[in-house]
C-alpha cells in the first residue's frame, strides 16, 4: 500500500501537464494560452483529481475551506467524460509566463518525454554550480546539502516546476559583476514564473546601490527586453487570453492553501478574511521589505533573496516550495560569496 502510494505522488501535478500540454501545442503551431485544457491533459499524463487546482466556482462554490475528495472525484469524473469542455471547477489555464514552456521546448522536440527529467537536470546544475564556484573545504558541505534535499527532489518528483526560474535567478542574482549576462538571467527568471517578480525589486536596489543609476538602467531594460521577446508573440495573437491567464492566480477564485497566516483561517484559529485582504498584506510586507533592504543591502546583500517571499507568507497561497527554495538560494549565494571573498580574481 505504502509503494502504491509513492507511485500515486510521483507523478505529474497540473502546473506539469498543462505545461507539458502547451509544448506539444506548440510544436503543432497552436497558442497555448488558447487550447489550454486541464481535462485532455490530466488523460494524457494519468493525472487524478487530488493534482489539480479547484476553483470556488461551479459545483465548488459554496465549499469551505476545501472541497472534500469525495466532492473533487464526483465533479472529475463527470468532467472525464467530456474531455473537450474544460470544467469551470478546476483551473485550466497556462498560468504561467511563456518561458515555463518555451524553454524546455527543444528537450521535447529531441524525443525526451518526461518533463520532470527537465527540472531534475535544473536542480542538479544549480548544486555542480554551486560545488564547482565554492571553496575546496565548504565543497563537501555542498554535496551534503544536496543529497539531503528531500523537499526538491520529492518536489521533483511530484511534477515540481520550480527548478528551471530557480536556476535563472541563482545564476542573475550570484553573476552581478558580469551586468549584461546577470540581467539576461533575471529576465529569463522573470518570463518563466511570477514567483520570479518578487525578487526583480531587490535585485535592482542591489545593482542601484552597488552599481549606481546607469547601471540598473541598463539591467532593467535588459530584463524587460527579454521577458517582452520571450512573451510578445503569443500577447499579439491572444492578448486576452495571455493576461487572463498569466494572472489566474490573481483573478481565479481559487481556494486558500498553504503555510503561511492563511493557514490559520483554514484551521479556524483566526477569522476568515477576504483574498483581497492577503493582498494588501502581501503588499505591505512587500514595500517593508524593500524599505529596509534598500538601507542594509550593502551590508545583507543576500537578505534580498530571503525577504523576496516574506510576502507570500501573508499570501492567499502560500505553498511550502516558496520558502524552501530561497533557502537554496540564500544558501548558494552566501557559498559563492564566501569564494569571492578568498579568490576575487578566478570568481565568475
Not at 479547484?54 to 475528495?69: D, I, R, V, W
Not at 535563472?168 to 553573476?175: K, P, V
Amino acid at each position: 500500500e505504502s509503494i502504491q502510494t509513492l507511485n500515486s505522488s510521483l507523478r505529474y501535478n497540473d502546473g506539469t501537464a498543462l505545461t507539458h500540454q502547451a509544448t506539444e501545442q506548440l510544436l503543432d503551431g497552436s497558442n497555448p494560452y488558447t487550447h489550454a485544457n486541464i481535462v485532455q491533459a490530466s488523460q494524457d499524463f494519468d493525472l487524478p483529481a487530488e493534482g489539480t487546482t479547484p476553483l470556488k466556482q461551479g459545483a465548488f462554490a459554496e465549499a469551505y475551506p476545501y472541497p472534500t475528495e469525495a466532492q473533487l472525484n464526483e465533479v472529475w469524473s463527470q468532467a472525464q467524460a467530456q474531455p473537450d469542455v474544460a470544467p469551470p471547477e478546476f483551473e485550466s489555464k497556462v498560468s504561467y509566463p511563456a518561458g515555463s514552456f518555451l524553454f524546455h521546448t527543444p528537450f521535447l522536440a529531441l524525443g525526451f518525454n518526461d518533463l520532470r527529467l527537465f527540472y531534475l537536470f535544473c536542480a542538479l546544475l544549480i548544486f555542480a554550480i554551486i560545488f564547482w564556484r565554492a571553496p575546496s573545504q565548504l565543497r563537501p558541505i555542498v554535496v551534503i546539502v544536496a543529497v539531503i534535499n528531500l523537499e526538491l527532489w520529492n518536489g521533483i518528483g511530484a511534477g515540481a516546476i520550480d527548478s528551471l526560474y530557480i536556476m535563472f535567478l541563482f545564476l542573475g542574482w550570484t553573476l552581478r559583476r558580469r551586468l549584461w549576462l546577470s540581467a539576461l538571467f533575471m529576465g529569463l527568471a522573470a518570463a518563466t514564473k511570477q514567483v520570479a517578480w518578487f525578487f526583480i525589486p531587490f535585485y535592482v536596489i542591489l545593482v542601484f546601490r552597488e552599481r549606481g543609476w546607469r547601471s540598473c538602467g541598463q539591467s532593467l531594460a535588459i530584463m524587460a527586453a527579454i521577458f517582452t521577446a520571450t512573451n510578445m508573440p503569443f500577447i499579439f495573437n491572444a492578448p486576452q487570453a495571455w493576461l487572463e491567464s498569466v494572472f489566474a492566480p490573481l483573478r481565479d477564485p481559487m481556494f486558500p492553501r498553504g503555510v503561511g497566516l492563511v493557514a490559520l483561517s483554514v484551521w479556524g484559529i483566526i477569522p476568515y478574511s477576504s483574498p483581497q485582504f492577503y493582498i494588501i498584506l502581501m503588499a505591505v510586507a512587500l514595500i517593508a521589505a524593500l524599505a529596509w533592504y534598500y538601507t542594509r543591502c550593502l551590508k545583507y546583500p543576500q537578505a534580498g533573496l530571503l525577504l523576496a517571499v516574506i510576502p507570500f507568507f501573508f499570501a492567499w497561497r502560500s505553498h511550502s516550495a516558496y520558502f524552501y527554495l530561497a533557502s537554496l538560494l540564500v544558501f548558494g549565494a552566501v557559498i559563492i560569496e564566501e569564494y569571492r571573498h578568498k579568490k576575487p580574481d578566478s570568481a565568475d
